[in-house]
C-alpha cells in the first residue's frame, strides 16, 4: 500500500491545479502585433474595473490569430489589423459581428546612420528592404502604399521597390525589428509601431496621394468560454479608455463612418 | 496466498505501464497517421502546385547539399582531432562542438546575428569586404551548419574512437605520415559510423527553422526554405503546410530506412 502513495499525491495535485486557476475568469484576447503597447494598459485597466477578471493577451501576426481561431484556439476576443483576416471567421460563424476598434497609418522607418532615404521616392536606393508577407496586413498595406505611389513615381515602381525586399517576415513587430537591428535599412511598419521605437529607427512621412488607412475590427470569438467578460471588454475598448490608450501608442483618429 | 499477491501485484504493473507505453506510442504515431490521411490525396496533389513549393523545395535541397559539404569537409578532421587528442582543452572543445546540438534554434538566431549581423561583431569587418551576410541564402546555409554540424561531428568522434589502434600504429610502422593514415586507414574503417552522422546532419538541416528565420529572414527563392514554406503556408493554405509536411516526412522515413540499411550491411 505504502508504495501507491506518490501516486496518490500526484493524481490529487493533477486534480487540484486546474481548479485553482479556475478561480478568476480569464479572458483571452488575440490582438494583431501591432497593438502590443496599446492594449497592455487598457488589459490593466480593466481588470481594475472588472475584478477578479484577469485578461490574457497574445500578439501576433493576424493571419496567424486568424488561423489558430478556425483550429479552435481558445479564444474570447480578437483583434485583427486588416479586414482581410477577420471576414472569413464572420463567414464560417465562428465570431460576432466585428466593429471598427483602431485605425493606424503605414509609415517608412529607416535605420539610423543611413541618409539615403529621405522619402518614398528614395526607397528603390534601399539596399535591404524588410516587409510583412502578402497574407500579413502590413505586408498588404505595404503593397497597397506601393501602387499608390506608382501614380507618383512611375508604373515601375512597385517592382523596382520589390526587387530590394530581402525578407518577408511574418508579422509587423518582426518586420521593426529587423530596421532596429539595422539589418534592415528600410521597412513600412504602423505610426504606432514607429511610435514604440521611437530613437531606434527614424521616420519617413508618406506622400498623401500614397497614404493608406488600416483598420482594426474587433469581434467576440463565439466559442469564447466568458461571453459577458468578452462583451464587457469589447465596450471598454471602445469607450475613452480605449481611445486614450489608442492615442497614447500612436494610432490615428478614426475618420466619420 | 501471498504468491496470489505479488502475481496479482505484477499484472497490474504490466497493466500499468503497458497503458502509458501506449500511450506515448500514440502520441507518436497518431499525428503522423493525421497528416497523411488528413485529406483527400487529390487535393493534397493539387496544393503542391503552389507558387510557393517549387522554390522552396529547390533551395531546400541545394542548401542542405551545400551545408552537409562544408560539414563533412571540416567535421571529419575535427572530430579525429578530437577523437586523437588528449586532454582538459580537447573535452573542452568536444563539449562546445556538441552544444549548438542541444541548444534551441532560437539562441542560435540571436548568436548568429550577434556574431554576422550588421550591428554584430564581424558585421564592420564584413561590411568592408562588401558582405551582408543576414537575408542570403549563404545565411541559410550557416544556419544549417550551426545546428547540424554537432550531430557529425558527435558521430563521427564516437566512430574514430573505435578505430583499433593497433591498426593505426601498424599503418604507422609501414611508413605512413599522420595524414596518410587519416585518410587511407581511419576514414575508411569509420566509414559506417561518418555516413550515419552525415544521415543525421542533414536531416537537422532539412528540418532547421528557428535559427533560419531569425538569421537568413523569410524571402520564397532565396532563404525560403521547405520548414519555412510550411510555416508561411500554415497561414494561408493549410493543404499546402499539409502536402509539404508529407513530402518532409517522406525525406526523413526514407533516411532512417537508408541508414537502417547501411547498418545492417
Known amino acids: 500500500m505504502r508504495r501507491r502513495r506518490p501516486l496518490l499525491v500526484l493524481l490529487l495535485l493533477l486534480g487540484a491545479t486546474p481548479a485553482a486557476a479556475r478561480q478568476r475568469p480569464e479572458l483571452v484576447v488575440f490582438e494583431a502585433a501591432s497593438l502590443k503597447e496599446a492594449l497592455a494598459p487598457l488589459a490593466a485597466a480593466f481588470e481594475a474595473a472588472h475584478p477578479p477578471a484577469r485578461v490574457i493577451l497574445n500578439a501576433a501576426g493576424s493571419q496567424e490569430l486568424r488561423a489558430q481561431i478556425e483550429h479552435g484556439a481558445p479564444a474570447d476576443v480578437f483583434v485583427s489589423a486588416d479586414h482581410r483576416q477577420m471576414d472569413p471567421l464572420v463567414a464560417a460563424h465562428l465570431v460576432e ?31 535591404r528592404l524588410v ?46 525589428a529587423k530596421v532596429i537591428l539595422g539589418e534592415a535599412d528600410a521597412a513600412v511598419v504602423y505610426a504606432s509601431d514607429a511610435a514604440a ?61 | ?22 500511450l506515448l506510442f500514440a502520441l507518436l504515431a497518431f499525428p503522423l ?27 531546400s535541397l541545394a542548401s542542405t547539399s551545400v551545408s552537409l559539404a562544408l560539414i563533412v569537409a571540416g567535421g571529419t578532421p575535427l572530430a579525429w582531432a578530437i577523437a586523437r587528442g588528449a586532454g582538459r582543452r580537447w573535452r573542452a572543445v568536444e563539449t562546445l562542438v556538441e552544444l549548438p546540438a542541444v541548444l534551441p534554434p532560437a539562441v542560435a538566431g540571436v548568436a548568429l546575428l550577434l556574431a554576422f549581423g550588421r550591428r554584430g561583431v564581424l558585421g564592420p569587418a564584413l561590411a568592408r569586404l562588401g558582405l551582408g551576410l543576414p537575408f542570403t541564402s549563404a545565411a541559410v546555409v550557416m544556419a544549417q551548419s ?48 561518418l555516413t550515419g552522422g552525415a544521415a543525421l546532419a542533414w536531416a537537422r538541416a532539412l528540418g532547421e527553422f ?18 519555412l514554406a510550411i510555416y508561411t503556408a500554415l497561414e494561408s493554405d493549410l493543404r499546402t503546410a499539409q502536402s509539404l509536411s508529407i513530402l518532409l516526412v517522406a525525406a526523413a522515413f526514407a533516411l532512417l530506412v537508408a541508414v537502417r540499411a547501411g547498418r545492417r550491411s
Open chain 2, 210 to 227: 528557428g535559427a533560419t528565420l531569425m538569421f537568413a529572414g523569410n524571402m520564397p527563392g532565396r532563404t525560403q526554405t521547405l520548414p
Open chain 2, 146 to 193: 550551426f545546428v547540424a554540424a554537432p550531430f557529425y561531428v558527435q558521430a563521427a568522434v564516437a566512430a574514430f574512437r573505435r578505430v583499433d589502434p593497433d591498426l593505426l600504429f601498424v599503418a604507422r610502422t609501414l611508413g605512413a605520415g599522420r595524414a596518410r593514415v587519416f585518410l587511407t586507414v581511419a576514414v575508411p574503417v569509420a566509414r559506417p559510423g
Open chain 1, 97 to 127: 459581428t466585428p466593429v471598427r476598434f483602431a485605425c493606424n497609418r503605414p509609415v517608412l522607418v529607416t535605420r539610423l546612420g543611413l541618409d539615403t532615404i529621405a522619402s518614398l521616392a528614395d526607397l528603390p536606393r534601399a539596399q
Open chain 1, 197 to 257: 521605437a521611437r530613437g531606434k529607427v527614424r521616420v519617413v512621412a508618406l506622400p498623401p496621394a500614397a497614404d493608406v488607412l488600416a483598420e482594426y475590427p474587433i469581434a467576440r470569438v463565439r466559442a469564447g468560454a466568458q461571453p459577458a467578460l468578452a462583451r464587457a471588454f469589447l465596450d471598454f475598448a471602445r469607450g475613452p479608455a480605449g481611445v486614450a490608450a489608442l492615442k497614447e501608442a500612436g494610432f490615428a483618429a478614426c475618420p466619420a463612418p
Open chain 2, 33 to 59: 497517421a493525421a497528416l497523411l490521411l488528413g485529406a483527400p490525396p487529390g487535393e493534397l496533389v493539387r496544393a503542391l502546385r503552389d507558387p510557393a513549393v517549387l522554390p522552396a523545395a529547390g533551395l
Open chain 2, 1 to 22: 496466498m501471498e504468491g496470489r499477491g505479488a502475481a496479482r501485484g505484477d499484472l497490474a504493473i504490466r497493466g500499468a505501464l503497458g497503458l502509458v507505453a501506449g
Open chain 1, 131 to 176: 516587409l510583412g508577407a502578402p497574407e500579413v496586413p502590413i505586408g498588404a498595406y505595404a503593397e497597397r502604399v506601393f501602387r499608390r505611389a506608382a501614380t507618383l513615381y512611375g508604373a515601375d515602381f512597385p517592382a523596382r521597390v520589390q526587387a530590394r525586399v530581402v525578407s518577408r517576415e511574418l508579422n509587423v513587430r518582426q518586420v521593426l
